[in-house]
Nanobody, 127 residues
Framework: QVQLVESGGGSVQAGGSLRLSCAAS????????MGWFRQAPGKEREGVAT???????TYADSVKGRFTISQDNAKNILYLQMNSLKPEDTAMYYC?????????????????????WGKGTLVTISS
């Protein structure tokens, strides 16, 4: 059973930084894509950043240059380093994964393909 547990959310002022972590367990990491998605109050869920087992990454235009997705294979942890945070980054952030030969771009644009989701961690950015 695949389990994803997010942590690292919190409240910071605009311009600050946070690092989200997603601890993954229960699957063989040979073929997969994983990523971060977010949902702000009253808005639809959107992709933030994804990566695949080949090392390819995809980012939302709104976070390019500010956020970095990475992973620690030894610890089975997915990270999202978020810098220069803006109030519009306020949202619940979810970690998600799909097992198989999916590219990061495919997973980014088709979140329905990711069949494993964490419960989320809340990020609040004040101006």
């Amino acid at each position: 059973q695949v389990q994803l547990v997010e942590s690292g959310g919190g409240s910071v002022q605009a311009g600050g930084s946070l690092r989200l972590s997603c601890a993954a367990s229960g699957y063989t990491r040979s073929r997969y894509c994983m990523g971060w998605f977010r949902q702000a109050p009253g808005k639809e869920r959107e992709g933030v950043a994804t990566l695949d087992s080949r090392g390819s990454t995809t980012y939302a235009d709104s976070v390019k240059g500010r956020f970095t997705i990475s992973q620690d294979n030894a610890k089975n942890i997915l990270y999202l380093q978020m810098n220069s945070l803006k109030p519009e980054d306020t949202a619940m952030y979810y970690c998600a994964a799909a097992l198989g030969y999916y590219t990061s771009g495919y997973c980014y644009s088709r979140d329905y393909a990711l069949n494993y989701w964490g419960k989320g961690t809340l990020v609040t950015i004040s101006s």
